[in-house]
């Protein structure tokens, strides 16, 4: 696992199309935003079960 220290508007780049911006910080959380290919699923580990039993139109509701 690479780790990475980051401030607020900086950026990850993952390949040449996937971007991850530190969006914001808060007490215990941070906020990041993900560009990415609108093929490529984004979703977080805990929900991963639950798309799995979706229609694939519902794993999309919020994707530009």
């Known amino acids: ?7 607020v ?3 990850i780049l993952i390949g040449d199309k996937i971007t991850v911006t530190v969006v914001r910080l808060a007490q215990g959380s941070v906020r990041i935003g993900v560009e ?3 093929e490529l699923p984004i979703v977080r580990e805990e929900i991963k079960d639950q798309l799995q039993t979706r229609p694939r ?5 919020g994707r530009p």
């Open 36 to 38: 990415a290919p609108i």
């Open 9 to 11: 508007g900086e950026r």
């Open 57 to 61: 139109n519902e794993e999309m509701v």
């Open 1 to 7: 696992m690479l780790v990475l220290s980051r401030k």
